[in-house]
Structures are given as structure tokens and as C-alpha cells.
């Protein structure tokens, strides 16, 4: 039985892929949470309660709205600007229909980022309060521009509605599920380590959607 030191090295160079969705292309739904470090320090507190500052990681991932599975996930310091992962988020899962996010990802190089790679894709991020139409709104309008315009004349609950923004609350769902069976920490010391820890553990929850998922029928 390997001991916990080869498992370590060996996490090292382990490579984990992540699930390919396949041709057709995927309703993206993204989002980011913390995970702290854990390590001596935290035994530290547990045996003198000594105070220190906790340090910790960020998770994003992408989920595949018609199947509930994961088909990006990236860690990443925890100062780093979450639109900045988007580029890494869509290379893993490839062609999208439509990419959904929260206003932190209310950003030029996001919508850049996504018509690049697929053109006709729509982006369902909503524009934050200060946002104002950009030059071109009158005769050549953006996507944003047409999502201030909606907003303006129905209101922002009216535009989550009509653009669908409301699925976002399914990867929010699947982040609480991650915490819940994984757990709210890492426990490798390096970042090779620490993304074979999250390659394994989202290998997990979409082996778990395998063996069975609810079906939600309404009835009223």
C-alpha cells in the first residue's frame, strides 16, 4: 500500500483530465469560490489557538447546464481578477451556446474572450449599476448594449427572466455539493499538487452524476 509521501510525489506529475464534452456546443455556467490552504498551520490553531492569517485559493469552474457535470475547473491565487480565468475556463470546455456568469465578469475581454472562440454564443452577464452604453449603442449595438436597454425599459428582474440568467443558481448549487462532499480546503503543499487535488475531486462529482441524477418534474 503506498504511504501518504509517494502519493504526494506522485500527485506531482499525475496527469487528471477533465471530462470532453462533445461537438455540439455547452450552456456554460460559471462561477468561483475560496478553498483555504491547509496545512501546519492549521494544526497550529487547533493545539495553541494561535491566531494567523489564513491563506487561501480560488476555484472556478464551469458547469454544463443540460448535465449538471463539470467541464472546466481552474485554481488560482486569491487576488487574481476572476474574469482573468475565463480564457482558461473555455479552452477546457470548448465550443459554448451561451456563457453565464455574475457581474464580476461584466467585462469587455469576457465578451472578447467568448466571441472569439464561439462566435454566435450568447453572454448572459448582467451589467454592473454604473454601467452606461458604449458609443456605437445607437447604430451598432453590443450585447451589453442591448442588455442596459432591456433593463432600462423592464427592469432588471424582467432581463434575468428573458436572458436565462437564473440557471447561474445551478452552479452555485454544484459549488455548495463540492464543499459538502469534498470539503472547503486543500491539502497538497504545491500548485501541481493542488491541481491534481481538484482534477480528482471533480472527476468525483461527475462520476456521482453518473451512478444517478434527480429529475424534476413540476406540477403545479
Known sequence: MPDHSTLSRRAETLDVALPRPGSAPVHL????????????????????????????????????????????????TSDVDDASQVSTLLDQAGPVASFTADGAYDQDGVYGEV??????????????????????????PT????????????????WQQASGYHWRALVEADIS??????????????????GTEIALAVSVLNRMLELGRPEYIRLA
Open 29 to 76: 455556467l460559471v462561477d468561483n469560490t475560496g478553498l483555504k490552504l491547509c496545512g501546519a498551520g492549521e494544526w497550529l490553531l487547533e493545539k495553541h489557538g494561535t491566531r494567523t492569517r489564513r491563506s487561501w485559493r480560488k476555484l472556478h469552474i464551469g458547469l454544463d447546464a443540460d448535465t449538471g457535470r463539470i467541464v472546466a475547473a481552474t485554481l488560482s
Open 115 to 140: 466571441a472569439r472562440r464561439s462566435p454566435d454564443a450568447a453572454v448572459i452577464v448582467p451589467p454592473r449599476s454604473s454601467a452606461v452604453p458604449s458609443q456605437m449603442s445607437g447604430t451598432a
Open 143 to 158: 450585447p451589453r448594449d442591448r442588455h442596459l436597454r432591456y433593463i432600462a425599459e423592464h427592469g432588471r428582474r424582467r
Open 177 to 194: 455539493r463540492f464543499k459538502r462532499v469534498i470539503g472547503n480546503g486543500l491539502r497538497s503543499r504545491t500548485d501541481r499538487r493542488r
